[in-house]
Nanobody
Framework: QLQLVESGGGLVQAGGSLRLSCAAS????????MGWFRQAPGKEREFVAE????????DYADSVKGRFTISRDNAKNTVYLQMNSLEPDDTAVYYC????????????????WGQGTLVTVSS
């Protein structure tokens, strides 16, 4: 099973950009679909983006379409989330997730998580 470690979070002004990274251990990274979720204070964890094992298919939550881009580098066992035009509502802890099938949108069905990285967007 993969182990995931996120990095790249921080404080940014509204309109700014950040790139999150999720580094995976293990030699089977390229057989997993990968996803990003986020959890704002007092709210439930929600789906943000997904990328297939090959990188050929991506999907996004409506709230981030056109602003966020998910990508992966299988040679580096890493998945990225490029976040542009950040808004205060994007403030959350961002989590990386992995699944052999499609990334479930229901959080309780996901068994592989990273520890999260905090993104704070100031207005």
């Amino acid at each position: 099973q993969l182990q995931l470690v996120e990095s790249g979070g921080g404080l940014v002004q509204a309109g700014g950009s950040l790139r999150l990274s999720c580094a995976a251990s293990g030699r089977t990274f390229n057989t997993y679909n990968m996803g990003w979720f986020r959890q704002a204070p007092g709210k439930e964890r929600e789906f943000v983006a997904e990328i297939s094992w090959s990188g050929g298919r991506t999907d996004y939550a409506d709230s981030v379409k056109g602003r966020f881009t998910i990508s992966r580098d299988n040679a580096k066992n890493t998945v990225y989330l490029q976040m542009n035009s950040l808004e205060p509502d994007d403030t959350a802890v961002y989590y990386c997730a992995a699944d052999r099938g499609r990334i479930p949108r229901v959080v309780r069905y996901i068994s592989v998580w990273g520890q999260g990285t905090l993104v704070t967007v100031s207005s």
